[in-house]
């Protein structure tokens, strides 16, 4: 069964930081774009940062950029999704998605062409 599990979503102060996991199961990481998407209340889903498969080309969203970090540990077949000098604008609900094959970070990011989401992880950046 395929399955995306995110975890690490908190309540933090502005400034601090977070890592978010993605767990995957039912099907070798590897061969998979992630990517990171988040939703605030009341505004559309945005993708927030995504990595390639295989030649490590990302794309970061300019809200992000220099502050989150996506990364991958394909032997544990999970995602990440390090976030530093976190502010309250950041507050959204976070998902983790996969994509099959190569395909440009950018596109993923903009059109949110995955093949499979995870249910999400709140995070509330508040003091």
């Known amino acids: 069964q395929v399955q995306l599990v995110e975890s690490g979503g908190a309540l933090v102060q502005p400034g601090g930081s977070l890592r978010l996991s993605c767990a995957a199961s039912?099907?070798?990481?590897?061969?998979?774009?992630i990517g990171w998407f988040r939703q605030a209340p009341g505004k559309e889903r945005e993708g927030v940062s995504c990595?390639?498969?295989?030649?490590?080309?990302?794309f970061y969203a300019d809200s992000v950029k220099g502050r989150f970090t996506v990364s991958r540990d394909n032997a544990k077949n999970t995602a990440f999704l390090d976030m530093d000098s976190l502010q309250p604008e950041d507050t959204a609900v976070y998902y983790c998605?996969?994509?099959?094959?190569?395909?440009?970070?950018?596109?993923?990011?903009?059109?949110?062409?995955?093949?499979?989401w995870g249910k999400g992880t709140p995070v509330t950046v508040s003091s």
């Open positions: 998605a996969v994509a099959k094959g190569r395909a440009n970070p950018w596109y993923l990011c903009t059109y949110h062409d995955m093949h499979y």
């Open positions: 039912g099907f070798p990481l590897d061969i998979y774009a």
């Open positions: 990595l390639d498969a295989t030649n490590g080309d990302t």
